[in-house]
């Protein structure tokens, strides 16, 4: 591949997710939750075999969804359509390029098939998206090909606390690099464990070279204000919108009422006269489960390397 | 002369710059209220279900739909389908300010996404398509800017340009300057 075709691919990957910006990725497991989340606003869509909150509930070995399902999906909604593989399966990655989807999710939420290594992401045609829980993290991912960012968050569980930590300790960070020297510069891209070229370009701009989203326990209309005017571009909610608890689906009604909600608090982020509007019409949230009082061995942000 | 941009979603930042660049006022417009501030528009990039869901609450699209017949007005990729007469892929309603058919994602999916210079009325330009639109039929009295092969990809008619790619996402601002141009005389 030539250096200029290079810059193309990464230019038409991180292009999608500019058009993604200001809105919600919202997941869903089958055709008929996909339409609810087009119809709701969506600006993309993340096909899955079980939330994030059946598979912390459910335990076993989690996967790729199945091709089917994610073609079901494809074919239902004209909007974007994202799927994710495990942390290192290059073969699952391989097999959602193949299949057409517009963006993969080398997600920590699937039970990860390599301890050591990720995607090597610059291969594939079809772009990324990674989480990280800060600035070392993003930084190896983008190097690795990555063409968006999210926060890790605790996904599944409806508490916002990490999403939180995790994207104040990623714009902390950027903005700790932006007052450094070129020569303390290379002491940092040690520490961070980034590549040096990546880490200079943060401190001179003060920002990620890749949108930089937030995902991980957002489950109401005011989490997604909150990530919003925390510096997200934009936010992926996952069981919030169709789960009533840990194993359960909401009344499908009152999940488009929730992704209507989240949908115009992620537009008006800053305007708290809209905000209590969308927050007034809503019966309730998911019933979550706080990241405090999960063992730090079950947490999920760990997987990644 | 203060130009807006409909900032729902999408690429709306991306225009911004774009525009900064060039030295022109820019704002947000995210309310109906906030249209009778600005002096023209951009429609950017990103989903246009999403952006026609946001739009028939409130008002917003009728007021949108007075505003793109009476100041000028540039829509680029969801935001051509969006002022569009006519939607195909599927069919869905639209502001109908300038005399096209659109159909939505009309090359495939992202893995179909490309960069392509072709020489237009404007010059040379570069053309970023993403998830693109093709146009499919273009009325008399619309002007075609740009082809990429046979495909009408950049046009105008009266007071309103679109786009099926995006010039915000491109190395040049050639584009915009255009479009600055027609907004400061008002007409074409």
Redesign the interface.
Known sequence: MSEKNGN?GL??KT??A??????VIMDVTDARQAEIA???????VMALERVPAQIRAEGGVARMASPKKIREI?ETV???VMAKCRIGHFAEAQIL?EL????IDESEVLTPADEAHHVDKHGF???FVCGARNLGEALRRIAEGAAMIRTKGEAGTGDVVHAVKHLREITGQMKGLTVLSEQELYAAAKELQAPYELVKMVAKEGKLPVPNFSAGGIATPADAALVRQLGAEAVFVGSGIFMKDSTNFCDPAEAERRARAI??A???FD?PKVLLEVSNDLAGAMKGLAVAAIAEGDLLQKRGW | MLVGILAIQGDYEAHGRVLEKLGAKVRFVRTPEQLDEVDALIIPGGESTTFLNFLVEHGFLEKLRAFVRAKPTFGTCAGAILLAKDVENPPQESLGAIDLAVRRNAYGRQNESFIIDVESKFGPLELVFIRAPKITRVGAGVEVLATEKDDPVLVRQGKVMAATFHPELSSSARVHEEFLKMARNGTK
Not at chain 1, 18 to 23: H, I
Not at chain 1, 100 to 103: A, F, I, K, R, T
């Open positions: 193309t230019r038409l292009g999608l500019e058009m993604l910006k200001g809105g087009q119809k709701s606003g969506a600006s993309a494809m004209s909007i974007p390029q057409g989807v517009d963006y045609k079809t772009p949908v115009r992620c537009t008006h305007d």
